[in-house]
């Protein structure tokens, strides 16, 4: 293909990194279907592609896996492990599971040169993160900064705000009351709400709203202060003291006792305690007041500059109080519950534990709940998000509303916070001075080799990962020595610079530019605005002030079958490889390209089926027929094409509707929407197999005899709309559609390409499409379902042939598509004609039925002779009152009466006989009536099908001519098969119909109410 297109025009894709972790689910398929679909797509349109793939290597995923297979608990293992061993773990496990994934990928028909695809953990990818980094330093972006974040105590590292996202679980835990005496006001306390006890210890200020209404209740000879609206939820009423009522903002400057000013970390706060102003304050929970610990609460801290609130840091970095804290000094933080309200208790402070259910944020990667914690980490400076913002807004979002949705994250987004303490990932390349503190950005490999004053030696040879990078020392321009920073990047720094690490940003600039900005990327929606997308847009901001990508496709999430997320605990999940055996990749595929990709996918077998059902096999189906009669016919592709104008109708509308399909999927394809073209491959799936092939299958069945146009026709019909619809879908089921192609093109013709992935994306051809002829056809077709569903009604089976169907329309439209398609009616309804009318006359008796609330006051002794002489009104009558009001006649009790529809109903009635059903505005009237003829001409259509039956079990080919004998002690069937004999004889490839006496081993089959035996024989 590379070849084939060399001189193409280029396309450009750039895939979105797959993290090398584990296994694919069917999640992941989503979407690298897609990535599939249109890379092929423009393949086959001749455009020059790069096919690499990406994966995802460095980061907290790896590192918490890793250390499962080592059985690590914490971070103090790992250094016990060694970094450096430890980091080579990391490398392995994501080159093992990129390998395996690789394979998944060419199992899904990922089309892609696996052996140039690009690793975010390599040099080059690490080293132009620097280079990024380097342009932020230079505009002053960086800064180290302190803040309290959510912190993981297992993985002992922060999580950025756009981790978050997903990370909350709903989760009941106790809340608590605290009752802090106010020490300007004896007798007086503060009613404290908060749901995490275990921050209490580090409490420094509590909040009021200026604005709410306070009010006191009474406990131990106490009045305890809260809002008005939460007592009613706290069923505090009978308590409330009337007269004792204020404002928030009366509250606030008053001091209070600490919950925990005993202990030591509380020596500098605890005379600092007071109520302080915040309007985020509600009394939709708790009591109106809030405790506020800087140290614990990302809110807390902004509140701690605004008002220069002193900050407590209680806990380390495994989530473990630290010195100072007394008793809970060495336990963790969310096992002191009890601990913290015996202590309370003790002091008489505690007022009320009660459960609440609320979401928490847990950790992404290993689920376990987050605290907040004060540190200091590395941030960039978020200011120029206007930048940002232009580029966005230069890139087309699928769907549209995507790009709303970014700018909205980009107005409201912090600083990005760019640190992890971990180990395995992007080693920032940030040096500071142990002396004055400065610290600098390396930009590249060569700026740090030039700067390098020790260590270098131990770096050179390594990877820019820990530990061997922290060997490199550099001097600092007031003459201390910079190390470098422990912290390593967060990983969507590595996803986000591929557009320039994988397009030899740093070595060609002429080819980077050939193929940057992207035509397309696509990936997952949720999150990713805050995670990959965001860390594109903006680092290719920076960088050159370009959009990174043209188009972006979003898709949704993948959940089961009946709309629940797939969760392994859950028994719900299912993997890449299970779901590939079970049902097929071209299922898989063709279910993620039919989805709307706004809209979340309901994946399981039971879809699966039915698209197997429905689609897949229909289409097997289909080339199946086609194969087996052509090669038993020795039908030549090559041969001189019959004209579309000499051929039947029938032939030209299948035609249109493959065009049409083709000029769908050339429009929807280059805009990103394949669902278009899949929807509609559905329906030209059906229209091919249960409508035309169903129409067509005599000219394929009976003999070729000589010259046979007709049939050639059909073959060159058919034989176009597979190859043609084979080449449009190629992109989405890429196997069932290789398969066709090799055997009924590339096998006959060794100049055609040997795959059809080779081949060139078909284009519509306008002519064929016939607007009025293809409205006219499903017309038809939707009439001969509705009749076929009126048979099974009548429980009348389609070899019995019938009289007539009357079709009852007063649309001449549709009138002329009955009558153009007359013959496909009547053979595959099995009737001997079709009456087209525009109304029922002739057909419906209209009846007189009395409305006896209306005769009584009119006949009163006479009302019933009156019914009785209504119901006998003629047709003719009623037909004359109904169309123009002239009244019927009756005689009642010797005396002519004038009735009208005061007096009587009418009601239409048709034959018994006739089964009346309605469809696309024409009313269709079967006529069950079996005469004598018909009886025996279905028992001839029903001995045919047990003689092909036995064809078939015993083995013969399509083309097998055969002798055949039957034997009846029924007149009546015998009768009907030699009436219809010749008929018997050629369906069936017997050189006659033979009568004889039954015998052991004849195969008996029943007809009607009789017995006939059967015995057929291979004519030597």
Known sequence: MRAQNASGPIWSFLDGPITANNPMGVHHAWGRTYKDCYQRFHAMKGHRLRYQNGFDCQGLWVEVEVEKELGFETKRDIETFGIGNFVERCKQRASRFAAIQSEQSVRLGYWMDWSDSYYTMSDENNYTIWA???????????????????????????????????????????????????????????????????????????????????????????????????????????????SRRLKGADLVGLTYDGPFDELDAQSETRLQHRVIAWEMVSDAEGTGIVHIAPGCGREDFELSRELGLTVLAPIDESGVYIAGYGQLAGRAAREVASAVFESLTGKGLLFRVFPYTHNYPHCWRCKTALLFRNVEEWFIDMKWRDRIKDVVRQIKWIPDWGMSQELDWLDNMRDWMISKKRY?????????????????????????????????????????????????????????????????????????????????????????????????????????????????????????GIPPFRTLLGHALVKDEHGAEMHKSAGNAIWFEEAAEKMGCDTMRWMYCRQAPANNLNFGYTPGEHVQRKVLSTLWNTYAFFSNYARADGFDPSAPQIPYTDRPEVDRWILGELHRMVRTANERLPEYDVAALVRQAEAFVEDLSNTYVRFNRRRFWRAKAGSDQDKLAAYQTLYECLTVFCRALAPVIPFVTDHVWRSIVSAQDPAAPQSIHLASYPGADEALIDEALSQQMHVTASAISAVLALRNERQMRVRQPLARVVAVTGDETWAQALRRFEGELLRELNVKRIDIQPTLEGIETL?????????????????????????????????????????????????????????????????????????AGIKLLLDTELMPELLAEGWARDAVRHIQQLRKDSGLSITDRITLTVATEAPELRAALEAWAGYVAGETLADALAFGDAADGDTVAEIGQASLALRIGLRE
Request: net charge negative; glycine share 8%; charged share 25%.
């Open 847 to 919: 009846k007189a039925a009395p409305e006896f609330r209306a005769l009584g006051p009119r006949f009163r002794a006479n009302a019933n002779a009156a019914a009785e002489a209504i119901r006998g009104i003629s047709h003719e009558q009623l037909v004359r009152l109904r169309d123009a009001g002239e009244p019927a006649r009756i005689t009642v009790a010797g005396e002519e009466h004038e009735v009208g529809l005061d007096l009587l109903q009418i009601k239409p009635e048709i034959p018994a006989s006739l089964a009346a059903t309605d469809e």
């Open 424 to 544: 395995w990932g992007l080693a920032l390349p940030f040096w500071v001075c142990s002396e004055c503190r400065a610290f600098d950005v390396m930009g590249s490999k060569d700026e740090l080799q030039q700067r390098a004053a020790e260590g270098w030696e131990a770096f050179e040879g390594h990877s820019p990962h820990r530990p061997w990078i922290d060997e490199v020392t550099l001097m600092c321009a007031c003459g201390g020595t910079m190390r470098r920073v422990k912290d390593v990047g967060n990983p969507w720094l590595d996803a986000g610079i591929v557009p320039y690490s994988t397009a030899k940003y740093n070595t060609d600039r002429e080819y980077w530019a050939e193929w940057i900005p992207a035509d397309l990327v696509t990936e997952c929606f949720p999150g990713q605005f805050r995670n990959w997308f965001y860390a594109l847009l903006a680092m290719s901001t920076m960088m050159e």
């Open 132 to 242: 990024f980094l380097k342009k932020c330093h230079n505009e002053g972006l960086i800064y180290r900064g302190r803040d309290s974040m959510p912190w993981c105590p297992r993985c002992g590292t922060g999580i950025s705000q756009h981790e978050m996202h997903e990370s909350y679980k709903e989760v009941t835990e106790d809340s608590v009351i605290v009752a802090l005496p106010l020490r300007e006001r004896p007798g007086e306390r503060l009613l404290v709400w908060t749901t995490t006890p275990w921050t209490l210890p580090a409490n420094v200020a509590c909040a009021v709203h200026p604005e709410l209404e306070y009010v006191a209740v009474k406990r131990d000879g106490d009045l305890c202060w809260l809002s008005a609206g939460s007592v009613g939820p706290l069923k505090l009423a009978s308590q409330v003291v009337d």
